[in-house]
T-cell receptor, first 115, second 112 residues
Framework: RKEVEQDPGPFNVPEGATVAFNCTYS??????FFWYRQDCRKEPKLLMS???SGNEDGRFTAQLNRASQYISLLIRDSKLSDSATYLC????????????????FGGGTRLMVKP | DVKVTQSSRYLVKRTGEKVFLECVQD?????MFWYRQDPGLGLRLIYF???????EKGDIPEGYSVSREKKERFSLILESASTNQTSMYLC???????????FGPGTRLLVL
């Protein structure tokens, strides 16, 4: 089983739609969760962190369910510019305690917003 | 703004060549990372470094080595390039160990 699993999509939605992505993770000890966005042929960039109580940033809402070990991202009122791949990211410990945390990236969910 | 730069955007090498990929960050970050990204497999961690001269293997270190002689610079070395190392290579840096990772623009490596 992959450490972080996402539906690869693509999700094709019209402008203005609401779309939700889910992500499941396997390590119950994970403490930090993020969503990154990657545009075509570009590097990933942080979209938002995911907090235990859930958090919102404009049209984006992230939720964490520790009991079921899944994370979600909700995008309201989709824009053409939201078209990208969304990466679910979860931390894990390195083997060397001095090394601290590493991040594990899901394979990404591709979103295409159409006019 | 954090800036992470990589020495090349595109690189073509022959099987058996030694390949150096360099990454430089300008924000005094302790942690630096090398990933490769392949379709269907996502980003996979090759190596990371949490301090100068310190390194730790990631998930797929075989065929790679790294060097961190200065805080701002993290190099990935392919000792003898093989065709299965054709990929997009992404470098990243972060200030804290659970903090945001800032990525460079990537190097597309083709090994013939």
């Amino acid at each position: 089983r992959k450490e972080v699993e996402q539906d690869p999509g693509p999700f094709n939605v019209p402008e203005g739609a609401t779309v939700a992505f889910n992500c499941t993770y396997s390590n119950s000890a994970s403490q930090s969760f993020f969503w990154y966005r990657q545009d075509c042929r570009k590097e990933p960039k942080l979209l938002m962190s995911v907090y235990s109580s859930g958090n919102e940033d404009g049209r984006f809402t992230a939720q964490l369910n520790r009991a079921s070990q899944y994370i979600s991202l909700l995008i309201r009122d989709s824009k053409l510019s939201d078209s990208a791949t969304y990466l679910c990211v979860v931390n894990r410990r390195g083997m060397n305690n001095n090394a601290g945390n590493m991040l594990t990236f899901g394979g990404g969910t591709r979103l295409m917003v159409k006019p | 703004d954090v800036k992470v730069t990589q020495s090349s955007r595109y690189l073509v090498k022959r099987t058996g060549e030694k390949v150096f990929l360099e990454c430089v960050q300008d924000m005094d970050h302790e942690n630096m990372f090398w990933y490769r990204q392949d379709p269907g497999l996502g980003l996979r961690l090759i190596y990371f470094s949490y301090d100068v001269k310190m390194k730790e293997k990631g998930d797929i270190p075989e065929g790679y080595s790294v060097s961190r002689e200065k805080k701002e610079r993290f190099s990935l070395i392919l000792e003898s390039a093989s065709t299965n190392q054709t990929s997009m290579y992404l470098c990243a840096s972060s200030l804290s160990q659970v903090g945001t990772q800032y990525f460079g623009p990537g190097t597309r490596l083709l090994v013939l």
